[in-house]
C-alpha cells in the first residue's frame, strides 16, 4: 500500500485547509485510515480516523473543528480543519491500517497567529 498525501501549506489563525491522502496498491476492504499529526519536539498524536464502515473518531483538541471522510471508491481519506489555531501547526501524517500500518510521507500544516 502507498499513500499519496496533499493539501498542507500555510494559512492565518481562523483559516481552513483541507488535506487529502488516497491510498493504491493492494487493499484489504475492511480498513482504517486517518491523521496524525506531530509538532516539534511533541510525540505523534492521533487527530482522527474514519473506518470502512465510517465510523469516526477525533481527538478532543480538534472536536468541532475537524471533519473526516472518506471516498471508499477511490481509497481516499480527507480532513477538512476550519477554525485553524496556531497549535494546529505540524506535520500531518496520512495513515492506512488492515493487517499493516502504513503511514505517508507528512504534509506541513503552519498556523500564523
Not at 499529526?37 to 487527530?47: F, I, M, N, S, W
Amino acid at each position: 500500500v502507498q499513500l499519496v498525501e496533499s493539501g498542507g501549506g500555510l494559512v492565518q489563525a481562523g483559516g481552513s485547509l483541507r488535506l487529502s491522502c488516497a491510498a493504491s496498491g493492494s487493499i484489504f476492504s475492511i480498513n482504517t485510515m486517518g491523521w496524525y499529526r506531530q509538532a516539534p519536539g511533541k510525540q505523534r498524536e492521533l487527530v482522527a480516523h474514519v473506518t470502512s464502515g465510517g465510523s469516526t473518531m477525533y481527538a478532543d483538541s480538534v472536536k468541532g473543528r475537524f471533519t473526516i471522510s472518506r471516498d471508499n471508491a477511490k481509497n481516499t481519506v480527507y480532513l477538512q480543519m476550519d477554525s485553524l489555531k496556531p497549535e494546529d501547526t505540524a506535520v500531518y501524517f496520512c495513515w492506512f491500517r488492515d493487517f499493516r500500518n502504513v503511514w505517508g510521507q507528512g504534509t506541513q500544516v503552519t498556523v500564523s497567529s
